[in-house]
């Protein structure tokens, strides 16, 4: 991220351009005068190669064959992708994927906002509850899945039971198309609500105090500061939440597996993108499709880190302008 | 800083040279150990007598082999390919699961234990579990362990408040067709609100477990398309349970919520294999001593088992088919039970006489009697290689009618539709 958001560093370039010549009368001499240095940074790159490049390298050569994981792999073409393209239950994981990220990414900022705001002020036990937030974060994903499903099964669950004692109809979470997108959206929501709230945190410490007391002094209300002062002020922080958030939206898994199991639940209501792709790699042994549904998750991340790429190119320019333009 | 010396360039050679001879090594031996009297086997939890797998440990009685059993957690399957396409760290011996059928495409992997002289020990177990361990090129490949045969689990004490029938034979003799069987539940369903059955994909399921016919014959031509076929007829089972809405819609995939029905009686039922006493048991302990068993409708079937293979790699196949016999002796698969309650596909091991049966789930009754006197019934079939991609969309579309109210022909139409892409798809078919 940081790499992103900083501008092209100038000094960077200048140490590289000095080194060249130098590299180059050495030529391979240079190279192997230094040989502890590459023997010593060489583990990360041995074990990048074996283990992070080839195997991206041989997903993109799989996508374009038939292999069922064991006997001899056939090459089929495009053949994949066009019955990508034509799969309904593919789409239908992308649809679910899109929907089930609007319905955590909306609420989860703007709770955590909210959240970080708060703890911001000065209360006491700002620490118990900073940690406190933090906690759904760093618990097992596994277990959390084991409890949502007690706490929104549908007969037995105590959100329902909580409704009927309220005299309200009991939902369907757990077989309703929509009642498992949103107890997805939730699960979600817990888990990472507390980890933005902590980076809105750090983002709010680093406004100055000053735009606070002037904007006091100028006679602001607290939701006018809120508004006009910290959320314009947090904004390239507010992009850096949306890019993870949609980062860890598109490869949702963990979640629908652990609650839904491998088929993604009732009318596969809660297959995702990266649980379809795992469910023909290794359910269906299908992994030239599996490869292929891979790739198309990358595409489509790809849309949207060009989208977001152009909104932070945007920013760069903006504290150049006046406060009022950079909103509007 | 110092200028390369012929010492330095010669040291790093030799270390490339040791990298590139280790990776040599792993490549050019396919099985896992470097001890020529030790022979490694994979299986699960529970899959094999820890007793038994201890004396194996020092000695394979008739070899001069011992074996060395690796637990092999989760993802078996793809651990076993996986070692299996790569050519290298593959098991000299490994059990495989009731998805044994999987692994026909790539049959070629594993030795035919016909030519290891299996063949004289077929008597000593049920035809059809040892039929299902023959290939469609009829080789030998799958030798038989355990086995899971059908019952119709059913709790006393719901079924006595609602007036029904309550002693395991008199429930047999009212539920000898999937018609009563289903009107049986509209009764209870009446009297007492409890389904009869958490799932309409288990009714569909248990048909074709107990059917000889199922989705594709040994050509690969499916069948399921075909007038009064045995897929249609657990279709319109299911179907025919949905309307008279004996089930009570809780999937699978909510373990939670499932056995929270059956401990509470709010479903009183299941049909499933004996294996699943013991999930019961751990999960719903109160229910306990409250379950009876009584014949499913028409005829028992099979569901679970699993199978042990020797992949081609193996270092000395006759101690390995050595191995696998020793094991499951009848009289080994009754200790089996005993120990891990592997329920045994050799009949004899029940009637030694030696397998007991611990615990009062099933109060006075004594299911080792009903569940070997099952197993003696249930019918010959043939499991094609691609009955996994083709069988999700019709427990998909089956679950659609049961819980979002889908229209049952259109949920057949699309069950037929998204089976036969799926086979085109794989190249089954044209």
Known sequence: ?328 | MHPPTRRHVLRGLGLAGLAAGGLAACGSSPTISDDPDELVMWYWNRSASPKLLEQAAKNVPGTDRHVRADVIGTTFDTKLRTSLAGGAYIPDITYINSNNALYFRNEHQFLDMNDLGAAQHADDYYEWKWKLGITPEERFCFFPLDIGPTGFYYRQDVFEKAGLPTEPDEVSAAVSTWKEWIALGAELRKATGSALVNTAQSIYEQFLNASPERYLDAEDTPLYTAEGSAVREAWDTAVAAIDAHITAGIPDARGTDQNAAWSSGKTAGHVNASWWSQIIQESAPDSAGLWRLADQPVRPGNSGGSFAAIPHTCNDPEAAFAFIRWINTPDHQAEAYNDVQLFPSAPASYESGTMKYAGDFFGDQDPLAFFSHAAEQVPESFISTWESVVSGSFTLEITNVETAGKDPDRAWADAIAAAEKALRKRGVQR
Request: charged share 10%.
């Open chain 1, 1 to 328: 991220m940081s790499v992103m958001t900083t501008p092209p560093p100038v000094d960077a370039a200048r140490p590289s351009t000095a080194a060249v010549p130098r590299t180059r009368a050495l030529g391979w001499r240079g190279v192997l005068s230094h040989w502890p240095q590459y023997v010593a940074i060489a583990p990360f790159y041995v074990l990048f190669l074996v283990f992070g490049l080839f195997p991206i390298v041989f997903s993109i050569v799989l996508s374009f064959t038939d292999w069922d994981g064991m006997g001899e792999i056939r090459f089929a073409g495009l053949s994949q992708y066009i019955y990508l393209v034509q799969d309904s239950r593919f789409w239908n994981a992308v649809a679910n994927t899109f929907i089930i990220w609007f319905l955590s990414t909306v609420p989860m900022l703007f709770l955590a906002l909210v959240i970080a705001f708060l703890l911001h002020q000065n209360i006491r036990f700002r620490g118990f509850y900073r940690v406190a937030f933090f906690l759904p974060n760093v618990t097992s994903m596994v277990a959390m899945a084991i409890v949502f499903g007690s706490v929104f099964s549908d007969s037995f669950g105590l959100v329902n039971s909580a409704l009927t004692a309220l005299h309200v109809d009991s939902v369907p979470w757990l077989s309703s198309s929509l009642g498992i997108k949103v107890t997805i959206a939730v699960m979600v929501i817990w888990r990472f609500t507390g980890y933005n709230a902590i980076i809105y945190l750090a983002g709010l410490q680093s406004i100055p105090t000053d735009l606070y007391d002037a904007a006091k002094t100028d006679g602001a209300s607290t939701w006018q500061i809120f508004t006009r002062v910290t959320i314009p002020m947090l904004r390239p922080i507010i992009l850096f939440t949306v890019i993870t958030s949609t980062v860890g939206g598109l490869s949702l898994f963990t979640e629908p597996q652990v609650l839904l199991g491998d088929a993604g639940g009732n009318g596969e209501a809660g297959m995702t993108i990266v649980l379809y792709q795992y469910n023909q790699a290794f359910t269906q042994f299908d992994f030239g499709y599996g490869s292929a549904i891979a790739w198309a998750l990358f595409v489509l991340a790809s849309v949207f880190a060009i989208i977001n790429w152009r909104l932070l190119s945007e920013r760069r320019d903006a504290p150049r302008r006046t406060g009022r333009k950079a909103r509007s």
